[in-house]
């Protein structure tokens, strides 16, 4: 049988096949050189939240964020020293769900910061303003207790239409 390709031009499309859509409608970025913490509680990378302003409260957020973790410091409590990395909304004060954004590496010698951290998530919330905020938290687990560092931190902030 002889295959004819199709002629339609991308001008007669009218419209996407359900379940696919979602345009980005704006970016918001931003860059941290380093930021350290020794708390075993999550804490704030960024001074303040990074803010992005919503076309329509029922539009998504796409958050994208790498960093390279590492020791920032020795104090021989090296091994076993676990870097913790989420992302929360400031506006809320929620952690973006699900909670499995939080992203772990462990970490065995001091000042190795080769180590790649990567979260990537989708807030879905009910939004009840149109404004939202969020940081990237760090926080230092395992038995080890050096300070965890991160470095060169970059958060991608996507508003995505409603599909």
Same mark, same amino acid.
């Given at each position: 049988?002889?295959?004819?390709?199709?002629?339609?031009?991308? +001008?007669?499309?009218?419209?996407?096949?359900?379940? @696919?859509?979602?345009?980005?409608?704006? =970016?918001?970025?931003?860059?941290?050189?380093?930021?350290?913490?020794? +708390?075993?509680?999550?804490?704030?990378?960024? &001074?303040?939240? *990074?803010?992005?302003?919503?076309? +329509?409260?029922?539009?998504?957020? *796409?958050?994208?964020?790498?960093?390279?973790?590492?020791?920032?410091?020795?104090?021989?409590?090296?091994?076993? =020293?676990?870097?913790?990395?989420?992302?929360?909304?400031?506006?809320? &004060? +929620?952690?973006?769900?699900?909670?499995?954004?939080?992203?772990?590496?462990?970490?065995?010698?001091?000042?190795?910061?080769?180590?790649?951290?990567?979260?990537?998530? @989708?807030?879905?919330?009910?939004?009840?303003?149109?404004?939202?905020?969020?940081?990237?938290?760090?926080?230092?687990?395992?038995?080890?207790?050096?300070?965890?560092?991160?470095?060169?931190?970059? @958060? =991608?902030?996507?508003?995505?239409?409603?599909?």
């Amino acid at each position: 049988a002889i295959i004819k390709p199709n002629n339609n031009t991308i +001008s007669a499309i009218t419209a996407l096949p359900a379940g @696919v859509g979602g345009k980005v409608l704006q =970016v918001v970025n931003n860059w941290n050189d380093t930021a350290n913490s020794s +708390s075993t509680s999550y804490a704030d990378v960024f &001074g303040s939240d *990074l803010s992005i302003t919503l076309a +329509s409260t029922s539009n998504k957020v *796409l958050v994208i964020a790498n960093a390279a973790m590492g020791t920032a410091s020795n104090s021989g409590g090296t091994a076993n =020293v676990i870097a913790n990395m989420k992302v929360v909304n400031t506006t809320t &004060g +929620s952690d973006v769900a699900p909670q499995s954004n939080n992203c772990r590496i462990r970490l065995n010698s001091a000042n190795d910061l080769n180590a790649p951290m990567n979260v990537t998530v @989708v807030d879905d919330a009910s939004f009840s303003g149109t404004t939202q905020t969020y940081n990237v938290q760090i926080a230092r687990g395992g038995s080890g207790n050096d300070a965890i560092t991160v470095q060169d931190l970059q @958060v =991608v902030i996507m508003e995505i239409s409603s599909w």
